[in-house]
Every structure is written in C-alpha cells, then in structure tokens.
C-alpha cells in the first residue's frame, strides 16, 4: 500500500517555465489537497478537491491550476513559475473532509524557482 | 483570525529525557486538534487527533492533552529517542460544514541528542 506518492520529488524550473506536480492515492479517498510550506510558516492550502472532476481554492491559490480527472490522481500545474513559487509542495488525502478526518500526506515536492 | 502559535521554536535535549511542546491557538468554535510528526525531507504524519471532548491521548511515548477552555494543548515525550528528532505540528480546525481549511502551526524543531 503506497499511501500517498508525489511526483517529481524535486524540480528546478527558470522564471516563466510551466510544470505539473501529479499526486496519487491508493486509498480510494474522496478529499485531496496541495499544501505549500515555506520556512517559519505553517502549511498553507492552495486548492482542494472534494471528490473526481471538482476542484475548489484555498487560502493561496494564485499561480497555480488543478485537475482532478481521475479520483486517484490530482494534479498541480504552474503556468508561468515565479520565484514567490519557490517551496515545499504536499499533497494529502483524506477520508472525509480535513476538518474532520485524518489527512495523510506524501513526502514532497521540493520546487527551486530561479 | 484563527491561529495556532506553538512554542519553543525549538528544543534540543539529551536522549532519554522527557519533553513537553506547547500549542495555543484562538481558533473558534473548535473542532478537533491534531499533532502531526514531520521527520526532516519527509511528508507529516499524524501522532493524535483529540476533540472537545478529549483533554488526553496517548500513542506510544507520545502524549497530548487539551484544555478547551484555556485553548491549550501539549505533547508530551517520555524516554526520548533519537528518532524523535523532528518537527512537531500543531493543527487545529473549526467546527463548521463544509472543506474549511485546517489552521496549522508553525511546529516547533525537537533535537534529540546523544
């Protein structure tokens, strides 16, 4: 059981390049997340989906798209990569919503933006 | 605005001694609060999830409490390890419907030495 698998686990990308983040889960979870983490700050949501083919915004959306195609699979695109976007992204499932069920992330995607 | 505010930043104490981080938070109404593990270059996992009406909760060496009236949580490491050695996360959530986002702390950084 893989859990929750991220991929690519690192990446550097020019100002202005595009890329995808996938996420997959194998545990047939409705609920998916893209989290970023920045260094002396919490995780912060940047989209959500709340089961296949919805996609709603979170607290920092802005420079980033979504798709959920698939129920297994989200994905994290960045048009037009800025340095701002320079971060740790996570991606996490969950059973039931994140207010109350149990979230269960994978390991990273660490993007350099230069 | 919801917070979590965790303390210390971080800690470093000698193996096999006993530990306790603290988390206040402002976020209203309450739902449940969450400690997450998040071992360095890896994605957090979850230690305890305690509702209003759990003031404690134990997983191993791991145990948190929770006073809802004083909004006051702490996790509380017993016979240290090395192993503990990570960042600890305090998150917190509201009791309202719907994908509200979780309210994540900023952790606090424990090194464990030899």
């Known amino acids: 059981n893989a859990g929750v698998t991220q991929t690519p686990k690192f990446r550097v990308l020019k100002t202005g390049q595009s890329m995808t983040l996938l996420c997959a889960q194998d545990m047939n979870h409705e609920y998916m997340y893209w989290y970023r983490q920045d260094p002396g700050m919490g995780l912060r949501l940047i989209h959500y989906s709340v089961g296949e083919g919805t996609t709603a915004k979170g607290e920092v959306p802005d420079g980033y798209n979504v798709s959920r195609l698939k129920k297994q699979n989200f994905l994290l695109g960045l048009e037009s990569a800025a340095p701002s976007q320079t971060s740790v992204y996570f991606c996490?499932?969950?059973?039931?919503?994140?207010?109350?069920?149990?979230?269960?992330f994978g390991e990273g995607s660490r993007l350099t933006v230069l | 605005k919801n917070q979590v505010e965790q303390s210390p930043q971080s800690l470093i104490i000698l193996e096999g001694k006993n530990c306790t981080l603290q988390c206040n938070y402002t976020v209203s109404p309450f739902s449940n609060l969450r400690w997450y593990k998040q071992d360095t270059g890896r994605g957090p996992v979850s230690l305890t999830i305690?509702?209003?009406?759990?003031n404690t909760k134990s997983n191993g060496r791991y145990t948190a409490t929770l006073d809802a009236d004083t909004k006051q949580s702490s996790l509380h490491i017993t016979a240290s390890q090395l192993s503990d050695s990570a960042s600890y996360i305090c998150v917190v959530s509201e009791a309202v419907s719907g994908n509200t986002p979780l309210v994540f702390g900023k952790g606090t950084r424990l090194s464990v030495i030899a």
């Open positions: 305690m509702t209003f009406s759990e």
């Open positions: 996490a499932s969950s059973y039931r919503a994140a207010n109350t069920g149990e979230l269960f």
